[in-house]
C-alpha cells in the first residue's frame, strides 16, 4: 500500500495531468490539475494551501459539506444541511427550522442529536490490495471477498478507535482505482447560528435551482471535544469582502454521485427503472405531506423537513430526466461507448483481457428490470415506513443484531465495527417523535407496497394478513416503546438475545421482514450489482490503458476540489450578471410567500448597505451533496458559501457544460453584515472577521 498526506503531495501533483476540458472536474485532492491550474490561471496550490484547505474542509455523514471558520470549531454550512438538527432541537411549540436560532453566548449552544461531521485526515491507495482479493471472483464470491478486504482495512485504519476515527474504502473511477479515506471522527456538534426558512430559503421553489438568486442559506456549527470549543488550527479565513467578477474560485466539498463515466446501457436502465418510478412515487409522497401540512402549524412543522426534501428531488430528477432524454447526449454517450469497445475489439490480446462488458453490463440490466420491485418494496427502503423514524430505528436494531454476529467481514458496511459509531449516535439521539405523522407515513409507505407488489403476493398477504395498511399503522405507533431512545439502547446493547425476546409490535414486524429482505438483497447484490461493478471495472480499465488516468473519476461523496472563477453567462442572448445584493432582495420581496422577508431583515433595512453583495455565481464544477461547500479564493481565504446550482446544472450528473453550468453561493461579506446588522450578534461576527472566539 502507498500512503501520502497533503504535506507531501508536492511531487505528484506537479507530475498530474489534465485531460478534463474547460474548468469541469470534480478533483481528488491526491490528484489536482496543477499544470491546467498554472496554465490557465497562473496558480499553483502549495502543498502548505492544499494541507489548509483538506483539513478546513468537512463532510457533514448524513449527505451535505462543510468548513471550519474559526480557530475554535466554528463551522459553516448550509440552512438545508442542518434541517434535521434544527427540526430534532424544536420541542413544545418551537420551530427552529422555520424561525431560526440565535446563540447570544456560549452556553446557549445546543447539541445537535444526531450531526457527524468528518475531517479528511489522509487518503491511502489500495488498489492491489483490493484487486489481489478480488481476482478471478465473480458473483457472491467477489462480494464476499470484496467485503473481506474491505473490512480489513478499515478496521487496520481506525486502530481500535471508532469513536474517533472513520475509515472507508472508496471505488474510484468505477472500479479502476480503490482508496482508503481515514477521517476524524466530531459528534459533537452544537448549534450556534441559523436565519429564518424565509430568508434562507427566499423565493421558495420558483427561485429554487434559478439566479438571481437571494437567500442566506447558512446555519453555523460548532465542533466539541471533550465538553469544550475543538481546537482547530486549520481553518478558512473570511474575506469578509467576497470576491468580485472574474476571480479564480475554488470549491472543495463532498458531491454526493455522479455518472458520467456510465456506459449508455447502465444510464437507459436507470432512467427507465429507476428514475422514473422513483419520480412518480416521490410525487405521490409529496401530495400526501402536502396534505397532512394543511392540518395545521403542528403538523407543518412534523412534515416540513421530509417535504423540503422531496420538493428539492423532484426538481433535481426533472432535470436528470431531461438530460437522460436528449437526442444529442444519447447520440455522444453511445459514440463514445462504440469507440471504446471497437477499440478493445481491434486487437486480440484485449479482447482476452477485458472480454466484452457491455454484453455482460446488458445481462445484468436485464436481471435488475426482473428483481427491481421486490427489491426496492421490501430491502431497497421503500415498502415500509418511508419518512419515519420508528420503523427505521426498529429495522436498524434488527439488522444490526444479526449483523453483529457475524464476523466483521462478512458484514453489511453499515455495521462494520468502525462504523458504529454512527449507528449508536443515531439510536441513542433523543429526538421528538410525532405518531400521528408515524401512522400516515407507515400506512401510506405499506398501500404503496401493496399496489406495487399486488393485494396476492405472498409476502405482502404475509405482513398485512387481515388488517388494512391504515389497521396496521394504528397498531404499530400505538404500541411501541421504540421512541424511548433508553429503550432502544437496551435493544441495542442486548443484541439479538434482546431482539428475539421483544415483543413490541415494531421489532416483530422487522423481524418478519429483514430474512425476506436479506434474501432479496443476497439475489439483487449477486445477479446485478456484482456483475455490474465488474463490467464496470473492465471498462474503467480498458479506457485507462487507451487514454491515462489523466482525469478525475466520478464523485462518490468523498472530498474533491473544483476550479473556476465568478462568472455570469447568456440566457435566451441576455446576459446574467453574476450577483445580486441587498437592494435586489428588497425589490424582489412582495410581502407574501414565498417572497416574503421575515420581521428581522424588514426592521434592519435602513441599517444595511443596500450595494453589499448577496448571492453570487461561478462556473465551478459541482453537484448535489456540495451543499454546505466553502468557496475558497487564492489566498485559502473563505469568500462564498455554495448552497445551489443553477437550472442548467441538473444534468451535471452526467455531463458537464461550463458555458452554462453554474454554481450559486452566498457572499461572505453578506454572511457578516447580516449576522452583525440583521441579526446583532457582534460575538458571532468578530469570531467570522477574526477567525478566533
Known amino acids: 500500500m502507498k500512503r501520502w498526506t497533503m504535506a507531501s503531495l508536492a511531487g505528484l501533483l506537479l507530475g498530474a495531468s489534465a485531460g478534463a476540458a474547460a474548468d469541469e472536474g470534480m478533483w481528488t485532492l491526491d490528484h489536482l490539475p496543477v499544470q491546467q491550474l498554472q496554465q490557465r490561471y497562473g496558480f499553483t ?51 427552529y427550522m422555520a424561525d431560526g436560532y440565535l446563540a447570544r453566548k456560549q452556553e446557549d449552544e445546543p447539541k445537535c442529536p444526531d450531526v457527524e461531521l468528518n475531517q479528511l485526515d489522509s487518503i491511502t491507495d489500495v488498489t492491489a490490495r483490493v484487486n489481489a482479493a478480488t481476482a478471478g471472483r465473480s458473483g457472491a464470491e467477489r462480494i464476499k471477498a470484496e467485503r473481506a478486504v474491505s473490512s480489513q482495512l478499515e478496521q487496520s485504519c481506525v486502530g481500535g478507535d471508532a469513536r474517533t476515527w472513520r475509515c472507508d474504502v472508496v471505488t474510484l473511477y468505477h472500479g479502476g482505482r480503490y482508496a482508503l479515506y481515514k477521517y476524524r471522527r466530531y459528534q ?16 421558495g421553489d420558483p ?6 438568486r437571494y437567500d442566506l442559506d447558512v446555519t453555523f456549527f460548532r465542533a466539541y471535544q471533550d465538553g469544550k470549543p475543538a481546537r482547530t488550527p486549520q481553518f478558512l479565513k473570511f474575506n469578509t469582502q467576497g470576491p468580485k467578477a472574474g476571480d479564480l474560485t475554488f470549491v472543495v466539498g463532498n458531491p454526493g454521485s455522479t455518472q458520467r463515466e456510465t456506459p449508455w446501457t447502465q444510464l437507459a436502465a436507470m432512467r427507465d427503472g429507476s428514475l422514473i418510478p422513483t419520480y412518480g412515487y416521490l410525487s405521490d409522497l409529496r401530495g400526501v405531506l402536502w396534505q397532512y401540512s394543511r392540518a395545521g402549524a403542528q403538523q407543518a412543522k412534523e412534515a416540513q423537513d421530509l417535504l423540503f426534501g422531496i420538493d428539492n428531488s423532484l426538481k433535481v430528477y426533472k432535470g436528470w430526466l431531461q438530460t437522460l432524454a436528449d437526442e444529442d447526449f444519447i447520440r455522444r454517450k453511445q459514440k463514445d461507448d462504440a469507440a471504446l469497445r471497437d477499440w478493445i475489439a481491434a486487437d486480440p490480446a484485449r479482447r482476452a483481457k477485458y472480454g466484452d462488458p457491455w454484453a455482460e453490463l446488458e445481462q445484468a440490466q436485464r436481471r ?12 431497497g427502503g421503500r415498502g415500509f415506513g418511508v419518512g419515519t423514524q420508528l420503523f427505521a430505528d426498529a429495522l436498524t436494531l434488527v439488522r444490526g443484531a444479526d449483523q453483529r454476529a457475524k464476523p466483521d467481514a462478512e458484514r453489511l458496511p453499515t455495521f462494520r465495527e468502525a462504523n458504529l459509531p454512527a449507528v449508536e449516535q443515531s439510536l441513542e439521539a433523543n429526538v421528538p417523535v410525532y405518531p400521528a405523522f408515524e401512522r400516515t407515513m407507515m400506512a401510506w409507505s405499506m398501500e404503496k407496497m ?21 389497521q396496521l399503522a394504528q397498531q404499530l405507533v400505538a404500541g411501541t416503546r421504540l421512541a424511548d431512545p433508553a429503550v432502544r439502547k437496551r435493544l441495542w446493547d442486548g443484541g439479538a438475545k434482546a431482539i428475539a425476546a421483544s415483543d413490541d409490535p415494531m421489532i416483530a414486524l422487522a423481524r418478519r421482514i429483514e430474512p425476506v429482505a436479506t434474501r432479496i438483497r443476497k439475489q439483487y447484490e449477486d445477479e446485478v450489482e456484482a456483475p455490474t461493478k465488474k463490467a464496470g471495472e473492465a471498462i474503467a480499465q480498458a479506457r485507462f490503458a487507451r487514454d491515462g488516468a489523466s482525469s478525475y473519476p466520478d464523485a462518490t461523496f468523498t472530498p474533491r476540489l473544483s476550479y473556476g472563477k465568478v462568472a455570469g453567462w447568456k440566457e435566451k442572448g441576455e446576459d446574467v450578471p453574476p450577483f445580486t445584493d441587498f437592494a435586489g432582495l428588497y425589490r424582489r420581496a412582495t410581502g407574501a410567500d414565498p417572497f416574503k422577508l421575515p420581521e428581522s431583515w424588514l426592521a434592519a433595512k435602513d441599517a444595511l448597505d443596500p450595494s453589499t453583495p448577496m448571492n453570487f455565481v461561478t462556473d465551478n464544477d459541482i453537484i448535489g451533496g456540495n451543499s454546505g461547500s466553502p468557496v475558497i479564493d487564492r489566498e485559502g481565504r473563505a469568500v462564498g458559501l455554495i448552497f445551489d446550482g443553477n437550472i442548467h446544472s441538473l444534468g451535471g450528473n452526467f455531463v458537464f457544460d461550463g458555458s452554462v453550468n453554474r454554481a450559486v453561493a452566498v457572499d461572505t461579506a453578506a454572511l457578516v453584515e447580516a449576522v452583525r446588522k440583521v441579526y446583532k450578534l457582534p460575538r458571532l461576527a468578530d469570531e467570522l472577521a477574526s477567525g478566533h472566539l
Request: hydrophobic share 35%; with cysteine; aromatic share 8%.
Open 368 to 379: 435488475g428490470k426482473e428483481l427491481r420491485d421486490r427489491y426496492t418494496m421490501i430491502a
Open 450 to 470: 401493496r399496489q406495487i407488489l399486488g393485494a396476492d403476493d405472498p409476502f405482502v398477504r404475509e405482513t398485512l394478513g387481515r388488517q388494512s395498511p391504515d
Open 45 to 95: 496550490p502549495s502543498p502548505q494551501w492544499i494541507d489548509l484547505v483538506q483539513h478546513a474542509a468537512l463532510r457533514l455523514a448524513e449527505g451535505c459539506s462543510g468548513s471550519f471558520v474559526s480557530a475554535d470549531g466554528l463551522v459553516m454550512t448550509n440552512h438545508h444541511c442542518a434541517n434535521t438538527c434544527l427540526s430534532q432541537l424544536s420541542r413544545g411549540g418551537q420551530n
Open 188 to 203: 459533537d456538534v452544537r448549534l450556534v447560528f441559523a436565519p429564518e426558512q424565509s430568508i434562507a430559503f427566499f423565493g
Open 207 to 212: 427561485d429554487n435551482f434559478n439566479f438571481p
